[in-house]
Structures are given as C-alpha cells and as structure tokens.
C-alpha cells in the first residue's frame, strides 16, 4: 500500500525547501494542487492515521499550513474567497450560524478557515494571520460546524456547473466523520474526494512542506514490565477474543497507538510526552499481528520475546489495508472496528455488510485500571509530590527571598528537572503550561523565548499545570500561586474554583452514572456570581499511557454517556479565567472506587467516589475562609495531612523541600 500519510517525509526533485514559507504562499501553492484535481475545498486536520490527539512532528501538517500550533484544530482551504448568501430557503436558524466569527467581514470568509475549541481562541487568535485566515470559534452558538459550512457552500453550487468536491486525506479523517460528511454533502450536491482514488498517494501538504517536513518518528518499542501492566499479552489477547466470540466478529482492527500499547504491553517514544510507537494491531480468534517498521520498532529482544510467546506476529506497516481486504473477501467474515477512532481509509475497505462499528475491545479494559496499575499511579504521585515539593521551595526562596523575576521558560526547565531527579522519570507526560498572569488565561499556553513570554515575580499570580511520565504510572496537576499579596477579587474567584474541586471529590454517585452528571458540582460556586469556565471538568488518564484518554469524562457535554466505573482515573479541574489577567485552575486525578454500604439490600444499586491520587499543596492563604464550609475546611485539612504523610516520607529531614511541606501541610487558620 502507498499512504497519502505514511509517505516519505523525502521531497520530490523539484519541491524547494518551505522553511520560511509565509502561511500566504503556503496556501497559494496549496489551491495549485487542488485546481489539479478540480477540488473546491481540501481539508487539513490536526491527526496522524491513528487519529492521535498529539501527533510526532511528521505529522503537523495543520499547523505548516495555519501556523497555529495548538493540539486541535481543522484547517479548511477553500479555492477562493466566499460570501456565503441567505437565500429564501434559509431557515432563520440557519441565517444566523453563518455569522460572527473572527477574521471576516459580515458573513464574508477568507478562503482559508479554522476551527478550533474555547481551550485554544486565545492562541489562535495571536497565531493566526487574519489576512488569509478566518477563526472559527468551535462550539460557539454562531459557529457552524465544519459538516454544516461544506455543506452549505455544495447547496449554493448547486445552480452551478458540476458538484462541489472535498478533498481529503483518506487516512488522516475518522470513518464517522468522513461518514457523516459525505452523506450531507451527497444531499446538496455534493461529494467527498479521497486522494486516493484520484490517483494521488501523498498528501497535498506533503509535497509543498518538501524536505523541511520533519522525518517520520523511528523510536523502538520497550517492555512495559508486567509488575507495572498487571495482565499479560496472552490474557488480554484471550478477553478480547471472549469479547469478539460474543459479536461473531472475525477480526478486530486496533488504530490507536495507546490501545496498541496497551494490548502489547510495549512503550516507545514515537510522539512527545506519549510513550507510544506509530503501529497498528489485528487481533483474530487464532492469530494477532503487528504491523509497524520492523526494523526501527523491534530491536529489542525483549519485545520480540514477549510478542512471540503471546503468538503474535508482525507484517510490515503499509500492508494493513490489503490484509484487511483479504479477509473481508473469506465468506462470512466480520471485522470489528471503532469508526470514531478509526481512520476512513480502514473503514473504507470493509463492506457495510462486514463491519462491526462499536467501541473497540481495548478501549473499557485500559480505562479501568487493575491493581497493579493503580498501584503504579499511586506510586507515581507520591514521588511526583516530592518533585513539587522541592520545586516550590526553590521557586518561593528564589522569588521571595532572594528578590528574582523568574521566566515562564525557567520555571518549566527547573520543574522537569525536580521531577528527573526522581526514580523512574522518563519525560513529562505534556508540555508544561506555565503562564503568569495574563498568560494564565490562556489554557493551552507554553512559554516560548518570545516577547509573549513573562517573568514570574511577587506581583502577579502563575498557573503551572504539568506532569510526568514514569516507568509505573502518569501525572497531570495543576496548582495556581501567588507569592505577594493577591486581591481580594482574585482570593474569591480562587476560593470558589477550590469549592468546584472540593464538590467533585466528595461525590458519591450511584453506578450508570455518566461524567456529565457530576460537572454540575464543580461549577455550582462559580454559577453562583454569574461566572463560568469554557472547558471540560475531567479527562480520563492512562497509566504509563497518555495523560489525556477515555471513553470517560467530567463535562457539560451531554453527548458522552460513558458512565463512571470503578478503577478510573479522572482529573477534577475546575478553574477561572479573566482574559488579559489572569487564570486561575486546580486540579488533582482521582481514582474511582466502590463505596462500601453497611446495611446493603440485594437489590440496591452499587455506589462509588472518589479516593485522590495528587498529593501536593494548595496554597491556603489565598482562600476566603468565610466562603468555605466546615465540611470543606475539614476536607482541606484531611488532604494536608495526607500529602505530608505519604509524600513527606519520602523527603529527608530537614532538606528545604521538606520544610516547605511541612510549612504548607499545617492546619488553616479558621478565625
């Protein structure tokens, strides 16, 4: 198979080198290549073709396009400037969603879109060129989706000669979204274009960002050491086929690169931050294969040990599709595959009538963790706890004490080097956001060298959220400080996001009970003066894995019904958010466990809370104490004690960090 998105990151003989091209010129090109093809419209989104939501360098071929460079976003290049009309059939509904977005005049658009969610409007609102581009503000009332402007703009060239063609990366789209989007557009004379079947094998981006594309990522797979996994290759290999058996599914497709991991018991370091290596898997009720770079993947004993005595077996990596065909061409053959994380091009090779489209066999396993993986993650916050500890102290010494005006850019250096120096670190698990101030407000932030950059000092609050990934478990926390005197306004906006914590952590809930449920609580102090955050509450958190996973969350969204179970991890972090001023955000992960009922009937419902994995500080003197509860003081008081415990254990006496702890883990002053 030749893939429009595993191709050579070589440039052809005539591509010149595209380092400094100017997002104008890099579209200029791009609409050459689509006149090629006759396309009105090509799509450019943030995924590699395992629909990663962060990808290796290779694979950024949204941000070469935009320039924006935040985790998520689609891009879409139109072949020219558009105004798009509100004819007679127009619902008033409809009237009004092609309105007030950034960058355009009126219901006019720049021939270049992207839409993008709340998390990122500030970055890419500074990243952008408004002269090219148009920002699409993801979720806004007056926002229409990608799906519902493609299809708008096919109904208008409808009066026109020939339909109206969208051109797309067959393997860098979901199957549910290239789903979703053909069947509106095939309605309003429209169609999807796969590059493929327009006999083009490489991605249109591809040959403009010619050899300045970065190389595909090569980095070998590692053991994950079953002390740390908790059930081995073979005994997750025989649950999913159990599974399988009960569907009449004759193969399952397995895309994404933590599940692969996951199902494997392997590591790489193919993507920053994530321990995961570029490869798909095939599981069969008698055989399982990997397809990947042989060469580059496997060369460690260890791995190709562990994968033959599972009776796994390994193909190269482009020759899935064909495998995939091949068995859907066996008489009464069915192949189990998650459209939703799956790219199209799998799902395109697979008959209606041979597709079992449901969430994958892996997916609910490595969401909820075994013992052993709990164990790893608890084990991971306690030292990661030290980290901080230390890191506070030198911060606050530096700050205080000594008078200095720290860079976002230093802090984030001297904090992965706290969590380095402790056993078993292997990188963060993200880039670290550090923003002072104003760049607080901005949720997605990373501190560059650059004049958007500032210095961390008495006179303003820094919200530093990080992680780390450790052989045995990963981390995500984040705390808000102030290390002068902070306002009175700032002390309660700060007071009620550590009340949405606090309400989160102390629910009991009943099982069935989806994530949305519970969003409530962690908003409710905020909802109380009028204010709001624009972002989810929880993401679930993998163990050894990537930092952001599901199927479950903490959000308003209704639309995801995963319920809670016992053995998630979820982060709680509600926050608050002044453009221009500051943010505020606290968070801490959250294991689910069952609660035990004394006086339980047989037909009562099971019940479950949370029991905190975080183990670090908050900072007591910017609470409004008059605003908490007593229960909610207790709760503080209770986590303190806790984290001096368990993290104060580990630290010598009388070491800095340790005085540090102890200073932070006392009591609050009630009066």
């Known amino acids: ?196 079947e327009l006999g083009q094998t490489e991605n249109l981006v591809d040959e403009i960002w010619g050899d300045s594309r970065p190389a595909l990522p090569s980095s070998a797979f590692r053991v994950h050491p079953l002390e740390y996994a908790g059930a081995s290759v073979s005994e997750k290999l025989s649950s999913i086929r159990k599974k399988m058996k009960k569907l009449d599914a004759t193969l399952s497709v397995f895309s994404t690169l ?193 004049e958007l950059m500032k210095y961390f000092g008495t006179d303003e609050p820094i919200l530093i959220d990080s992680g780390g990934q450790y052989e045995y478990g990963t981390t995500d926390v984040t705390r808000t400080w102030h290390l002068g005197e902070a306002t009175e306004e700032f002390k309660e906006y700060y007071t009620r996001v550590l009340k949405g914590n606090i309400g989160v952590d102390s629910m009991v809930w009943p099982e069935n009970t989806p994530g949305f449920v519970l969003d409530v609580f962690a908003r409710k102090a905020l909802w109380d003066i009028g204010k709001d955050y624009g972002h989810g509450t929880g993401h679930g958190v993998g163990a050894a894995l990537n930092v952001h996973e599901g199927p479950h969350s903490i959000s308003p969204r209704f639309a995801n019904k995963e319920p809670m179970k016992v053995g998630m991890i979820v982060s709680n972090e509600p926050g608050y958010y002044e453009d221009g001023r500051f943010g505020i955000r606290i968070e801490n992960l959250l294991e689910v466990q069952g609660v035990e009922a004394p006086n339980k009937n047989a037909n009562d419902k099971n019940f479950m809370r949370f029991e905190k994995l975080t183990l670090i500080p908050i900072q007591k003197n910017l609470i409004k104490v008059e605003l908490m509860s007593e229960e909610e003081l207790n709760w503080l008081d209770d986590y303190h004690a806790t984290v001096f415990e368990k993290v104060g254990a580990l630290m010598e006496d009388g070491a800095p960090g340790k005085e540090w702890l102890t200073k932070m883990c006392t009591p609050i002053e009630r009066s």
């Open 1 to 196: 198979m030749s893939t429009a998105s595993s191709s050579s990151a070589a440039a052809s003989p005539a591509a010149a080198s595209t380092a400094e091209l100017a997002t104008g010129e890099i579209l200029a090109k791009l609409r050459s290549k689509m006149k090629e093809f006759d396309l009105d419209a090509f799509l450019v989104p943030s995924d590699d073709p395992h629909l990663s939501e962060y990808t290796a360098l290779a694979y950024r071929r949204r941000a070469f396009v935009s320039k924006f460079t935040g985790s998520a976003g689609t891009a879409l290049i139109l072949a020219d400037d558009i105004i798009v009309g509100n004819d007679d059939e127009d619902s008033e509904e409809e009237k009004e969603d092609m309105v007030e977005v950034e960058g355009n005049e009126a219901a006019g658009y720049k021939n270049a879109l992207l839409w993008t969610d709340s998390r990122y409007f500030n970055e890419a609102g500074m990243q952008l060129d408004f002269e090219h581009w148009t920002l699409m503000k993801q979720g806004q009332k007056k926002t229409p989706t990608i799906t519902a402007f493609l299809t708008k703009l096919a109904k208008e060239k409808k009066n026109g000669e020939g339909k109206f063609r969208v051109g797309i990366d067959a393997f860098v789209h979901s199957a549910s979204f290239c789903k979703e989007l053909n069947e509106a557009l095939e309605k309003e004379n429209g169609i999807v274009c796969p590059l493929e």
């Open 258 to 450: 933590d599940d692969i991991a996951y199902l494997l018991n392997v590591r790489a370091s193919d993507v920053d931050c994530n321990p995961v290596g570029v490869a798909y898997c095939t599981v069969s009720m008698d055989s399982a294969t990997l397809y990947c770079d042989e060469s580059n993947k496997l060369t460690d004993d260890g791995v190709r040990d562990q994968l033959r005595d599972a009776g796994v077996v390994v193909a190269p990596y482009e020759t899935l599709l064909d495998d995939v065909r091949n068995h859907v061409a066996e008489e009464n053959s069915k192949v189990w595959v998650d459209t939703a994380h799956s790219n199209y091009a799998i799902a395109s090779v697979i008959p209606k009538d041979s597709l079992i489209d449901k969430q994958n066999a892996v997916t609910p396993m490595k969401a909820c963790k075994n013992e052993n993986e709990m164990d790893g993650m608890r084990k991971a916050h306690i030292v990661d706890g030290v980290a901080m500890a230390e890191f506070m102290e030198w911060l606050e010494n530096e700050v205080v004490n000594n008078g200095r005006k720290i860079s976002e850019v230093e802090l984030d250096i001297v904090l992965c080097a706290a969590r380095a120096r402790q056993p078993g670190y292997i990188e963060p698990s993200f880039p670290t956001i550090a923003g002072v101030g104003s760049n607080g407000a901005i949720i997605h932030y990373r501190a560059k060298e650059d």
